[in-house]
């Protein structure tokens, strides 16, 4: 994949993940009926304006690298590849798993007083952006790994 495709792919993963953001500040400030309830937003206790700073920090960070990706600009070093690769992969799979056991949790699959009956389970929507998150994790290495290395 040539650099456009990767700035792209990028820009595509910020834009859902904006939309994440927006459809949370809108819900939380405006209560639009079109929108799932805010409680469907939140999935941890972290109070709504660290996390909202939390994702205009994230949402600058995957501009950045979107606009790195566009100008062929390597995002991090080479000795950093392998760590955040590992880091995405977990991050992934950790999501993938929190959903799973969500969803069986919801099917009864543990019985009615599991802790798969618990909010962080059952946040099926910040549980989809995490995952549109990972992948973008996934996606700078990628395109990491595909950047020249300077000779030593």
């Not at 920090?57 to 501009?63: H, P, Q, R």
Request: aromatic share 14%; hydrophobic share 60%; charged share 15%.
């Amino acid at each position: 994949m040539n650099d456009t495709r990767f700035a792209v792919a990028s820009l595509v993963f910020g834009l859902a993940f904006l939309a994440r953001v927006a459809g949370q500040a809108v819900q939380r400030w405006w209560d639009v009926a079109f929108l799932p309830s805010q409680d469907a937003w939140q999935g941890s206790s972290l109070p709504f304006p660290a996390l909202f700073a939390a994702q205009v920090v994230i949402l600058m960070i995957i501009a950045a690298a979107t606009l790195r990706m566009r100008a062929a600009r390597s995002l991090f070093g080479r000795r950093w590849v392998r760590p955040v690769a590992w880091f995405g992969v977990l991050y992934f799979a950790v999501m993938v798993a929190r959903l799973a056991v969500g969803l069986l949790g919801d099917a009864g699959a543990f019985g009615d007083e599991s802790i798969a009956a618990g909010k962080w389970f059952t946040a099926y929507l910040p549980t989809a952006f995490h995952l549109v998150l990972a992948s973008e994790v996934m996606l700078f290495v990628a395109y990491q790994r595909g950047r020249p290395q300077p000779a030593g």
